[in-house]
């Protein structure tokens, strides 16, 4: 009895192992966090080109603004960053060019999170989806490759 039982856990580990190869599950979601100036822009983008890349839905999060009476409120930035790097759906963060923008570089790139400055929400969102389009396995690994 116990060796069927010893046998029968080994092939469901064996199962489960397997559970999860050749990439991304069909119906499943990523996130792209951008920055508020940046958002209206990668929105119509996103828009424009799809809201599907291969097997993923995408969507955006629109972050708060890092800016308080024209100077860079690093707490907002920080946690920005850190919101991104909560979310295991996220596969790109992009921020808009500052004095905030190298703050939240850090947080996010120590997460394998791609993190990407512009001061063009829709170029940046458009390279974002031509990664996605391209992914055969993890979509946080390859857009994180393909940005650099």
Same mark, same amino acid.
């Given at each position: 009895?116990?060796?069927? /039982? ?17 990439? /991304? ?23 424009? @080109? ?40 996220? /596969? ?12 939240? @570089? ?35 690994? @390859? ?6």
């Amino acid at each position: 009895m116990a060796k069927r /039982v010893a046998s029968a856990l080994i092939a469901l580990a064996l199962i489960m192992a397997g559970c999860g190869e050749g990439g /991304v599950a069909k119906g499943a979601h990523v996130s792209v966090y951008v920055a508020k100036p940046l958002c209206a822009a990668a929105e119509g983008a996103l828009e424009k @080109e799809g809201k599907r890349m291969g097997e993923v839905q995408v969507r955006i999060v629109c972050l708060p603004p890092v800016q308080r009476h024209s100077r860079a409120d690093l707490a907002t930035a920080g946690a920005n960053a850190r919101r991104a790097t909560q979310d295991s759906t996220t /596969v790109a963060f992009l921020e808009a060019s500052g004095a905030a923008a190298k703050f939240s @570089e850090s947080i996010v790139e120590a997460a394998d999170i791609a993190w990407l400055e512009s001061s063009d929400g829709a170029t940046a969102m458009r390279r974002v989806l031509q990664a996605l389009a391209s992914t055969p396995g993890s979509p946080r690994a @390859e857009v994180r490759e393909a940005l650099g």
